[in-house]
């Protein structure tokens, strides 16, 4: 293990000795998302995914999630404030609540999404705010990337492995995308290979934890629509000149989507991840796109919930990406927090 790496490893088992040593616990079924990498593994689209099934079984989902970039200090709900109980205590701006809290909002309008550094007094939030909620309903909380949040006590630990990255070049911070050591992969209960399926990655998990069953996952294309909800068709796609672009900590995956609908990409800008847009990135988003010669301009639902916040033209669009798996994983999952 190379120094650099040595130092990450102790301060990394430190804080977590720390933490799990001081670790609570919330009076409802805890399900955490996440993973062993540096971003990109589509834990969102996956925390949408799980929350829309726990509705439809009866559940009351909320989502806590740390909000990364977000301003708001302490818990706080991410919603337009559409009710009296919220107006003191609402991210109702992604500046506030972070990109990926306001698209969960946006997608899940009857699932309560909590920002909060500390999962575990977001969790209390929620049940101080909405006590009958929590009597009258089943509530299930969903933690959005919280692998590595031992503040808290998870029922389930659902690890997500990008299936053509991998772990990169198997080192830990700085040197390489490992959060922590495989010897990590071992707390899982279940993982899921995201993007693609990988029977050597898949292999390599079940030599590290047997226990845990592999699920494979796929990235299905949604609606592409403007900021009024107006569609394009898939053939619409096809005969258009598209200019591209995104934040996210995998581009690559994005652009490829867009090249499966139009082969007729014009340009392709990609910003950090998270990337928090001004008026003037969309003045020269918008200059490019015409000098390139585009009809339409396409990014993420990601990079919308920023852009509608700002002065758009209606020849923006947003590709939506769905995460889809089979029944058995969403029957095994249910069936333990059943018990």
Request: contains cysteine; hydrophobic residues 40%; proline residues 5%.
């Amino acid at each position: 293990m190379n120094i650099l790496e040595y130092i990450y490893y102790c301060g990394y088992s430190l804080k977590k000795k720390r933490l799990l040593a001081a670790q609570k616990r919330l009076p409802y079924p805890v399900v955490s998302i996440g993973n062993l990498t540096l971003g990109g593994t589509g834990k969102t689209p996956a925390a949408i995914a799980l929350a829309a099934e726990a509705l439809k079984r009866g559940y009351q989902p909320v989502v806590l999630t740390r909000g990364y970039r977000g301003r708001a200090k302490g818990p706080c709900f991410v919603t337009r404030c559409k009710d009296d109980l919220l107006d003191i205590s609402c991210c109702d701006r992604v500046k506030d609540s972070g990109d990926e809290p306001m698209l969960i909002a946006s997608k899940l309008p009857d699932v309560y999404v909590v920002k909060s550094a500390d999962r575990y007094k977001g969790g209390l939030f929620f049940l101080e705010n909405y006590r009958s909620v929590a009597i009258s309903h089943k509530p299930l909380f969903i933690l959005d990337d919280g692998f590595q949040h031992w503040r808290l006590y998870r029922d389930i630990d659902i690890v997500l492995v990008d299936g053509r990255r991998g772990f990169g070049n198997t080192r830990m911070l700085p040197l390489g995308p490992m959060r922590g050591p495989f010897s990590e992969l071992a707390e899982a209960d279940f993982f899921v290979l995201t993007k693609t399926l990988n029977n050597k990655i898949e292999d390599e998990l079940k030599s590290i934890n047997p226990d845990a069953p592999v699920f494979a996952s796929e990235y299905a294309m949604g609606a592409v629509e403007n900021k009024n909800r107006y569609q394009l068709s898939r053939d619409d796609m096809k005969k258009m000149q598209v200019f591209a672009f995104c934040g996210l900590a995998d581009p690559e995956s994005f652009r490829s989507s867009v090249s499966s609908l139009c082969p007729n990409i014009t340009s392709f800008i990609q910003f950090r991840d998270h990337y928090l847009y001004t008026q003037k990135d969309v003045e020269r988003i918008l200059k490019q796109a015409s000098a390139s010669g585009a009809d339409a301009v396409i990014t993420t639902n990601k990079d919308m919930v920023k852009l509608l916040e700002l002065d758009i033209p209606n020849y923006i669009f947003s590709l939506g990406i769905d995460f889809s798996v089979s029944t058995d994983f969403y029957e095994k999952i249910f069936s333990r927090i059943n018990i």
